[in-house]
């Protein structure tokens, strides 16, 4: 359920995710380097396949994210790039929604970004196994990011929910698992053969 539909959330928390996305997409786009404008848009369009195919458990739902993969490859590319997978996925197959667009941005673009700038350093120092190590435990990391960011958009939404996110937020545990595996063994190959692919850290971006 990391897709929210419309008439989920409360007003309030709508204009938060909304404003909270488009600073962040501001500042993605202000610092996009056209040359990696190709890896963004291919990422995109993997996120976008991969997150529509849901898996049933429990009382809810859960898809691969890849935040954790595209937050290491991009940086703050992924913000656009899964904010324009989400759009196409709310237009085209009405999953999720467009007044929760913002929300949904936040609780799995944020995720990845942030926990993917905080490695990138280590990253980049590092190679092979300890990398893919590393980048696995950003892709966990991520993703129960994601499902406390969630359940904080709904229990500040309605209390009616509060019941039900314990429950929600476990469904998020394998998933995770699964994440952690292809983060790691795919970082852990791009760093062999073609290390350039990953995002540069921060202070590099900056500097």
Known sequence: MA??????LSLPVLLGGGLLAVGGLALAVSRLDERDIPKTAILAAVFFVV???????GPSSVHLLLSGL???VLGLAAI??????LLLQAVLFGFGGLTSL????VD?????????????PLLARTGGVVAGFVAAAVAAAAVIATAGCVSLALALSSTDYVPSL????LTYVPLAVVEAIVTGVV??????????ILAAPPREVLG
């Open 3 to 8: 897709h929210i539909p419309d008439g989920i």
């Open 51 to 57: 997150s529509l195919v849901a898996v049933p458990i």
């Open 70 to 72: 595209i937050g290491i």
């Open 80 to 85: 656009p790039a899964i904010f324009v997978g």
């Open 102 to 105: 913002g929300v949904d941005v």
């Open 108 to 120: 799995i673009a944020f995720p990845g970004v942030i926990l993917g700038g905080f490695a990138a």
């Open 166 to 169: 314990t429950v929600i937020a």
């Open 187 to 196: 970082v852990a190959y791009l760093k062999q053969v073609k290390p350039e």
